[in-house]
Nanobody, 114 residues
Framework: QVQLVESGGGLVRAGGSLRLSCAAS????????MHWYRQAPGKQRELVAA???????TYADSVKGRFTISRDNAKNTVYLQMNSLKPEDTAVYYC????????WGQGTQVTVSS
């Protein structure tokens, strides 16, 4: 089992930036893909970005060109750099380690004011 701890959320004005971090326990991090999800009030949880162990990335259309996912295997940490934030980016952001771990972090709140 891998444990994930997110940090870096907060309140920011539209057009601003935040960087989220997800610290993973154990040495297994370098061999696993990692995902960032978000869930806004009253909406389903959605995939925001993903990064493979080799560094390949994918993004939701709504964040392409604004968000960047990256990882530092030496630090067992994955990041989500969020630029040009919009009010519709307001949500709780979660990192997730898929099969075989199926582990979620506790989430970090991001609030973007207009």
């Amino acid at each position: 089992q891998v444990q994930l701890v997110e940090s870096g959320g907060g309140l920011v004005r539209a057009g601003g930036s935040l960087r989220l971090s997800c610290a993973a326990s154990g040495s297994i991090f370098s061999i696993n893909a990692m995902h960032w999800y978000r869930q806004a009030p009253g909406k389903q949880r959605e995939l925001v970005a993903a990064i493979t162990s080799g560094g390949s990335t994918t993004y939701a259309d709504s964040v392409k060109g604004r968000f960047t996912i990256s990882r530092d295997n030496a630090k067992n940490t994955v990041y989500l750099q969020m630029n040009s934030l919009k009010p519709e980016d307001t949500a709780v952001y979660y990192c997730y380690a898929p099969f075989p771990y199926d582990s979620w972090g506790q989430g970090t709140q991001v609030t973007v004011s207009s």
